[in-house]
């Protein structure tokens, strides 16, 4: 039994050596609350890059979040009450979310489109 537990310490001592602190974040990262909720509700149709070129919403411009298009106005107000309300027929309501946690995700979603702007 002690012997088992010291050979399990042993690889997990090996594997914490062999994983440089770079790739721990790449393994561990550490996701803002914005983040996490993005990924948990908004990702499957817009992406992890806001371009919304998933298989859910392939070719849907209106999905893409990234261009200078806003059919639903623009700003963070304006994203925030489309998040709450959703789009009838096309996005579903987070109206369960409290007004901080859409906070978060606007605040989030903005560094994506910042972010994926200067990729493309
Ligand atoms: C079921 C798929 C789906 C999910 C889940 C979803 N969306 Fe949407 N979203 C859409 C579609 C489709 C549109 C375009 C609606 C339209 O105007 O016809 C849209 C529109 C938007 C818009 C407005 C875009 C514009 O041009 O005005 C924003 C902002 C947005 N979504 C953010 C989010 C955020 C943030 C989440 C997560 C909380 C989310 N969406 C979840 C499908 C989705």
Redesign the pocket.
Known sequence: MASHRSAQLLVALVCCACIPWAACSEIFPQRTPGEK??RK??A???GIDARGNTL??MS?A??D?TDD?????QGSDA?AM??ENG?FG???D?KDLSQEEIRQ?VEH?ETVIEKSRSLY
Request: aromatic residues 14%; positive net charge.
């Open positions: 909720l993005y509700r908004c499957s149709c817009h859910k919403y849907n209106k999905a979040l298009t806003w059919y639903n106005g994203m489309v998040i789009v096309s996005m579903p987070n995700i979603l």
